[in-house]
């Protein structure tokens, strides 16, 4: 054992992640400003220039970074210094948390030792993913009641409302998946979604557990407090909601964790049902068709096609969420509760007993 080598190579696997995910955050809010403007047939951002150059407006990132940077900084009277200050660090914390027991690739082997293309590959994988997820209330909460301010406060009480709600919903609409694969530890789902249904379905969990990936989907834009579910922001309603008092850098740890949300959210809801990091009939040493053809493919290769996969999926479901935002309008306080709690509630239910009985069916040999 080389210590200095395992310690090069978790230094590798944190940076390789930080640097994804943020670096997707700042493309994100670029997406997210010409998503919006080609919805709504404007132009979008096109002012920011560097030596005469607009490029599409992907200055606007750097733009905002600079801005944020030299805001100035208040505290309001009357606010609570300490955790008015905590409350941006509760909000982000969990959201880059959540992103490493997700894995992006397959293991590889590397001077004779295998490598998980992953932070850490817990044996509890899901379960800490919603217990990490779940703490992310604790900053919207805390900058509502810290702030000293009537719009904030109805903010932070919307989103723990709000949190209960969908967060119910979420954990046991991912009980079929549980219970299909028989692994809480998302790099083994990811792995078993590289089989075949009747050899020619790629087994992918939307695919075996089409109603629990709407459900998911459904508390996953919720948890990332985007349109139709932004009620903790609500600005029609709220001003700006819970950040209302924040300025300059506090305000752009809110905004990032909000980004990083969409992005880990994307990146669980592929691993979990389109299969991750799988590409499909793509085995280790090439394609595998049904009908029995192959076609070899380099090791190299293959490994680029399945990082390539995760990738591509992951910038698919962030596509999503923008293009949700920005089409359907956002709920009313007593649509989503009757949503969370007498559509999403008793649909997550009946799906964990029908996977039971269909699960059953197949063990007593009915397939």
């Known amino acids: 054992m080389n ?14 992640f930080f640097a994804f995910v943020f670096g997707l955050v700042v493309v994100m809010t670029w997406v997210e ?30 733009a905002d970074a600079l801005k944020f940077l030299f805001k100035e900084d208040f505290i309001p009277d009357g606010a609570h210094r ?20 997700v894995p992006f690739g397959p293991p590889v082997t590397i001077a004779g030792k295998t490598i998980a293309l992953q932070i850490a590959d817990l044996n509890v994988g899901i379960l800490y993913l ?33 949190m209960i709600s969908y967060e119910v919903s979420m954990g046991l609409s991912v009980m079929g998946i549980l219970m299909v694969f028989q692994s809480v ?26 109603l629990g990936f709407v459900l998911f989907l459904t508390a996953l834009y919720a948890e990332a407090n985007r349109t139709p579910f932004d009620l903790p922001e609500g600005e029609s309603e709220l001003v700006a909601g819970y950040h209302l ?39 280790d040493k090439g394609f595998a068709f049904p009908g029995g053809i192959s076609v070899a493919v380099p090791a190299a290769a293959v490994l680029i096609l399945r990082i390539g996969s ?50 059953l069916f197949i063990d007593k040999g009915g397939f």
């Open 245 to 283: 008092e924040y300025a300059s850098f506090k305000f752009s740890m809110f905004m990032m964790a909000e980004y990083i949300h969409m992005v880990v959210g994307a990146a669980v809801v592929s691993t979990l049902f389109f299969g991750g990091w799988q590409f499909p009939y793509l085995a």
């Open 3 to 16: 210590p200095l080598f395992d310690i090069a190579v978790a230094v590798a696997r944190v940076a390789v």
């Open 310 to 359: 995760f990738v591509g999926k992951t910038l698919f479901f962030c596509w999503l969420y923008v293009w949700v935002r920005w089409t359907v309008p956002r709920f009313r306080y007593d649509q989503v509760m009757r949503l969370g709690w007498k559509v999403m509630l008793p649909l997550s239910l009946l799906n964990i007993f029908v996977t039971g009985l269909v699960l």
């Open 130 to 162: 919603f217990a990490v997820s779940g703490m992310a209330v604790y900053g919207v909460v805390l900058a509502g009641w810290s702030s000293n301010s009537k719009y904030p406060l109805l903010g932070g009480l919307r989103s723990s409302a709000q």
């Open 33 to 62: 400003r010409k998503g919006a403007a080609y919805i709504q047939d404007r132009r979008g951002p096109n002012r920011a220039r560097i030596l005469g150059l607009t490029l599409g407006g992907v200055f606007h990132p750097l």
């Open 82 to 101: 300490l955790f008015y200050q905590l409350a941006p660090m509760f909000a982000l914390a969990p959201a880059i948390m959540t992103m490493a027991v």
């Open 185 to 210: 530890r998302l790099s083994e789902i990811a792995l078993g979604q590289g089989e075949l249904l009747y050899g020619i379905l790629p087994k992918w969990g939307v695919f075996v557990q089409p």
